[in-house]
């Protein structure tokens, strides 16, 4: 085998493997799995958070039709947030295609007790749910098992390549160099 197929075959291996590892956390970036989900009097909702700082949480809400599953534009969605010392809020959301989003400040150790309401037309409703920091941070970076898979796998290929280029110099020389 040529060092030029057998780099070839390296550098394709390296592309497949990071390329299904990023297929998989491209989704779970952009909303990983839902802090809520459910139907919330006419609407279907999912709630979902990403820290974006040390010190800020984007949170979102987003708004379906629960019988269609599509977006509801034009609400108003208001988010408050408590812990036993601080409250932050209501809070209206930016909307950006039936989602609505709101920074919130990271709750430091506590745990935000998260209250949203959402209004559209004659229809309003409230809902809660508990927001752990500990579930956000395990969903950061490299601690990212994908990631950090793909990350040792682009290094073992590095160093395959370095070793193959190497082989192939030492079989360039002639014989007594």
Not at 10 to 33: I, R, S, Y
Not at 59 to 73: C, E, G, K, S
Request: hydrophobic residues 45%; aromatic residues 6%.
């Amino acid at each position: 085998m040529t060092f030029v197929c057998l780099r070839r075959r390296l550098v394709g291996a390296l592309v497949v493997v990071v390329g299904v590892g990023l297929c998989g956390t491209v989704p779970a970036a952009a909303h990983g799995d839902p802090e809520f989900s459910g139907d919330v009097g006419p609407f279907a909702v999912e709630t979902f958070d990403e820290r974006i700082s040390e010190t800020d949480l984007l949170y979102t809400v987003i708004v379906n039709d629960p019988t269609t599953r599509l977006p509801i534009r034009g609400a108003t969605v208001e988010v408050s947030a408590n812990t036993a010392t601080r409250r932050i809020g209501p809070l209206v959301g930016n909307e950006l295609g039936g989602a609505y989003q709101v920074l919130l400040p990271d709750p430091g150790d506590e745990a935000w007790q998260i209250t949203v309401r959402i209004a559209l037309a004659d229809d309003t409703v409230t809902f809660s749910h508990e927001l752990a920091l500990a579930a956000i941070e395990g969903r950061r970076g490299w601690r990212n098992p994908l990631i950090a898979t793909a990350a040792v796998v682009a290094v073992f290929a590095a160093l395959g390549l370095a070793w193959a280029a190497r082989r192939k110099a030492r079989a360039a020389r002639p014989p007594g160099n």
